[in-house]
């Protein structure tokens, strides 16, 4: 028995790989951050925060991770304080009115 024709051979776009190097990157996804990083006037770029991408205000990090944190995006562990991300906190939303948060260490002895 034949093998079977390819159906989609006139309407499928043509797929070629594509090796994207660091040129095209700064002139294209990447190029507003690195003509920023080049020339800002202090030397020094802005970070982003890890959560939400916002530009970060402060010096907050996360106390697991060491992510940037913006002041939107700090959580703060209710048993020992600590500052964690959204990915490193672990939020319940038992029967209280308000959530507790706990970071990763403190979770695991809650569990």
Known sequence: ???RGYPFADTAPLQLKVRVGQRE???GVCAERLTR???DPAGVASRACSSCVRAVDG???CGQCER???ARCVRTCCS???VACALCALVDYGGD???KVLCSSCAAFEA
């Open 1 to 3: 028995m034949p093998k």
């Open 25 to 27: 990157l700064s002139r």
């Open 37 to 39: 990083e080049i020339f």
């Open 59 to 61: 010096k907050a990090a």
């Open 68 to 70: 940037a944190l913006c």
């Open 80 to 82: 020992c304080g600590a």
């Open 97 to 99: 009115l308000h959530e």
